[in-house]
């Protein structure tokens, strides 16, 4: 069964730190473009970042470019997304995707429960 498992979130105060994991189960995430999005209550999901199958060099929206980073682990079969400097604005649910590119928005794959990040002093 294909399944990704978001976990790292947390509260946080402003301008600290946190690193989200997500973990694939069934598929190699190797194989696929890995979407990190969120979502703040009240609003809708957010595309904040994303790396491809073939360029490891990853994209990010304009909201968290220069605080926010992704890398791959493929032996570990993870993405991670490293967040610093983060702002009470970056407050949401953090979900990962497969994505077949990093210009798609929808997910091949069902959405997983996501982690919490709670930045607030």
């Known amino acids: 069964q294909v399944q990704l498992v978001e976990s790292g979130g947390g509260l946080v105060q402003p301008g600290g730190s946190l690193r989200l994991s997500c973990a694939g189960s069934?598929?190699?995430?190797?194989?696929?473009?890995i979407g990190w999005f969120r979502q703040a209550p009240g609003k809708g999901r957010e595309k904040i970042g994303c790396?491809?199958?073939?360029?490891?060099?990853?994209t990010y929206a304009h909201s968290v470019e220069g605080r926010f980073a992704i890398s791959r682990d493929n032996v570990a079969n993870r993405v991670y997304l490293q967040m610093n400097d983060l702002k009470p604005e970056d407050t949401a649910r953090y979900y990962c995707?497969?994505?077949?590119?990093?210009?798609?928005?929808?997910?091949?794959?069902?959405w997983g429960l996501g982690t919490q990040v709670t930045v607030s002093s």
């Open positions: 995707a497969t994505l077949l590119t990093c210009s798609d928005l929808a997910p091949i794959n069902p």
């Open positions: 069934g598929f190699k995430v190797a194989d696929y473009a």
């Open positions: 790396v491809s199958r073939i360029d490891p060099t990853p």
